[in-house]
Nanobody
Framework: QMHLVESGGGSVQAGGSLRLSCAAS????????MAWFRQAPGKEREFLAT????????DYADSVKGRFAISRDNAANTVYLEMNGLKPEDTAVYYC???????????????????WGQGTQVTVSS
């Protein structure tokens, strides 16, 4: 089965940037559409961004549009999330997720995705 591992989280000052990585193994990344979600304590898991299997299309939540960018390198079996202009409210555990391509779903719901990483903590201080 697909196995995902996130990395790149950490603590940054407000206004700073981070680049998260999601390394995939066990299956070809090119078979899957990918997404990033986050979850803060006491809150529901929140959709952030998704990218199609070959990177030809992306979709973003309004809260991160213009600040975050999702990309992928299928040859390296890796998906990225570039985060700029970070705010304290961005503090959360960030998760990478995968779903089979061509499946007719919104791509914005947690239930759309079959495989998940363990998460990486992002903390933004004022």
């Amino acid at each position: 089965q697909m196995h995902l591992v996130e990395s790149g989280g950490g603590s940054v000052q407000a206004g700073g940037s981070l680049r998260l990585s999601c390394a995939a193994s066990g299956d070809s990344l090119s078979t899957y559409a990918m997404a990033w979600f986050r979850q803060a304590p006491g809150k529901e898991r929140e959709f952030l961004a998704t990218i199609t299997a070959h990177g030809d299309s992306t979709d973003y939540a309004d809260s991160v549009k213009g600040r975050f960018a999702i990309s992928r390198d299928n040859a390296a079996n890796t998906v990225y999330l570039e985060m700029n202009g970070l705010k304290p409210e961005d503090t959360a555990v960030y998760y990478c997720a995968a779903r089979l391509r061509f499946k007719i779903v919104s791509g914005r719901q947690s239930s759309d995705y079959k495989f998940w990483g363990q998460g990486t903590q992002v903390t933004v201080s004022s």
